[in-house]
């Protein structure tokens, strides 16, 4: 059974602000079909009384009635006002930047009127 | 004396005997970059000026009969997902193409004030997705070991450029098995050390939760020498632990007599090649000669680990590859009229086919309707296997696989099959999920003098352990 169609496609290259070529929205429905299809292997397994992880420091983290919480205790740090490392200077920021007037990043325009 | 196969302790030792100085060194491993980089391709940008500079530096604390660091003079590469200041970093990818980073990454900073030698950047999978290093949006990097094999993948150029005498040391980055399964089809050693050991901190970001850095090299004690140099606690990066590092390299003279290891037998099943099969085998036999007890354990949920980690890895990359906007830095498509098309159309023509299929993937496992279904169930799984380690833990001191099902494959040969792709890190992936450590080292080739890999896989925090078991093999294979 197809999971996605090409309109779940089109939809989801939206939300990834990806503008795919017509040639690449069906490459992507082939792939992420058979891709789908192959994940679907984890509904095999019966997860509801078992809690997700999404870090290593979920399972070990700084709870403490968790095993190995002292080697996954995440130190904080005392606060820095002025920050870990100092801000770039300007000149320094806009380097990289493809479009800049030497004080801002330049952008297209962004309001149509 | 040839000057490339040097090993850390010999290249340093030379500099500080000054039996040589860390200029030729650096030029001698330039010169054969020269001779042999362009066939194999494992660099992207040299720095031989921030190279030269700092060799001079080493060169004048030897002249002063000052002791050398434990880097002293050596010359390394970087995989180009670590930030460097001055010198460009293109995760492989034609959206940084021209990305001149001003800043440092911890732990190339921390190579470096251990007097470590930084020849250039090493050639990798687009943003380290992939296994055989064809996603590179600038050249692929072929294996030294026969030209026409990949070298592996993430990490392709790193662990090429060690095999090919191009460096001694280098590091590499591991999210799926980027550092040990290129290790292994090259022939050097890889070490991807636990989660939070070593700073992320100028990583650029592919999957946050799972990515690591680590070195590739060639020995044991050389992986164990550049481990104590870049790992410990940073404030730059949170999760980096807050734990005294281990003399690592003098753990390697404990024995291995008495330690338990683990074979699970769901690392010896269907999709494992002969050849590598029985090479793991001998390395098993071979251990237990050197007095390790061989205990069968269970990871049962082993077959599940790469459909977890394909959601689990691309949802945190949809999620970190939403900054390359065309704003700040990173390309921008020309000739665009609004904001939104810009973004659509640099995001469109400056990421490769991989990166958009993960960005794809992992945007769709994280949308309204599937969170629950696809992401939250991977995590979830994730929880089980990284309790099938911790059982197996109270067993055993360390757990002993093949790294990769098969020996390196040809280019081309699983490049329009993502699928198929993803397998060759079915043996490496599960312990990037659990944030344990792992080592790959060289066990012998196939009958086409194609390298093997036996991996080693430890507890959290453990590294000094599964270092140790391979030194033992290394020095008695």
């Given amino acids: 059974m197809m999971k996605v169609a090409e309109k779940d496609v089109a939809y989801v290259a939206g939300l990834a602000n990806l503008e795919l070529t017509q040639e690449e929205q069906a490459g992507m429905v082939r792939d992420l079909n058979s891709i789908l299809q192959y994940v679907d292997r984890l509904n095999e397994l019966d997860t509801s009384n078992v809690e997700p992880m999404a870090q290593v420091s979920d399972r070990y983290g700084v709870d403490g009635s968790k095993p190995g919480t002292e080697r996954f205790s995440y130190a904080s740090r005392e606060d820095i006002p002025e920050g870990l490392r100092k801000s770039l200077p300007r000149e320094e920021a ?9 004080v801002f990043f330049k952008v297209p325009k962004v309001i149509e009127r | 004396m040839d000057l490339t196969s040097l090993t850390i302790d010999a290249a340093r030792s030379v500099v500080q005997q000054r039996r040589t100085s860390a200029r030729a060194l650096a030029e001698a491993h330039y010169a054969r970059i020269q001779k042999e980089d362009g066939q194999v391709g494992a660099f992207l940008t040299l720095s031989k000026e921030r190279a030269l500079k700092q060799a001079d530096r080493i060169d004048r604390m030897a002249a002063e009969g000052k002791p050398l660091p434990a880097l002293g003079g050596v010359p390394v590469g970087i995989k180009d997902v670590m930030v460097t200041r001055g010198v460009r970093t293109t995760a492989g990818s034609k959206i940084l ?10 732990a ?9 030698v930084v020849l250039g950047k090493m050639n990798c999978d687009e943003f380290a997705m992939g296994s055989s290093n064809e996603n590179s949006a600038f050249h692929p990097v072929r294996n030294p070991r026969d030209l026409t094999r990949v070298p592996g993948g993430s990490s392709g150029g790193a662990a090429a450029a060690v095999a090919a005498d191009m460096a001694v040391v280098t590091l590499g980055s591991d999210t799926g098995g980027s550092i040990r399964q290129p290790a292994s089809f090259c022939g050097v050693v890889g070490l991807m050390p636990t989660y939070g050991r070593v700073s992320r901190n100028g990583l650029i970001a592919f999957a946050s939760s799972l990515d690591h850095i680590g070195p590739l090299a060639k ?3 050389d992986a164990a020498i550049v481990l104590r140099t870049i790992a410990g606690r940073d404030p730059m990066d949170s999760t980096s632990a807050d734990l005294p590092v281990p003399d690592y390299v003098a753990e390697l003279a404990k024995p291995v007599r008495g330690l338990k290891l683990g074979v699970a037998k769901e690392y010896f099943g269907e999709g494992l090649d002969n050849a590598v099969g029985q090479a793991v085998e001998a390395a098993i036999d071979k251990l237990k ?9 269970s990871l049962p949920h082993t077959p599940y680990a790469i459909p977890t980690y394909y959601l689990v890895a691309t949802a945190e990359a ?4 939403a900054r ?20 659509r159309r640099s995001r469109d023509e400056g990421f490769g086919a991989e990166v958009k299929r993960r960005i794809m993937l992992g945007t769709y496992a994280l949308s309204a309707g599937y969170y629950d279904a696809y992401y939250l169930k991977a995590q979830r799984v994730r929880t089980l296997l990284v309790r099938d380690f911790e059982e197996a833990f109270t067993k ?4 002993v696989t093949p790294t990769s099902p098969t020996a390196a494959f040809r280019l081309g040969e699983k490049s329009n099959d993502p699928l198929a792709m993803y397998l060759a890190d079915v043996y490496t992936v599960t312990a990037d999920l659990a944030g344990i450590p792992g080592i790959s080292v060289p066990c012998g080739e196939t009958k086409e003098k194609l390298p093997i890999g036996l991996q080693i896989l430890g507890r959290h925090f453990d590294e000094a352990t599964i270092l140790r078991v391979a030194h033992a093999y290394e020095q008695a294979a």
């Fill in chain 2, 97 to 106: 193409a021209n990305y001149i980073p001003p800043y440092d990454c911890t």
């Fill in chain 2, 396 to 399: 055993v001191d360390a757990i």
């Fill in chain 2, 324 to 343: 390359y906007d065309g704003v700040r830095y990173s390309y921008r498509a020309p000739g665009v009229k609004s904001l939104a098309e810009m973004y």
């Fill in chain 2, 318 to 321: 949809s999620s970190n590859l």
């Fill in chain 2, 108 to 116: 190339v900073a921390r190579m470096e004030a251990a007097g470590a």
């Fill in chain 2, 219 to 221: 020995t044991v004690k």
């Fill in chain 2, 289 to 297: 000669r050197l007095g390790c007890e061989i205990v069968a354990v």
């Fill in chain 1, 94 to 102: 806009l380097a990289n930047a493809p479009d800049s007037d030497g």
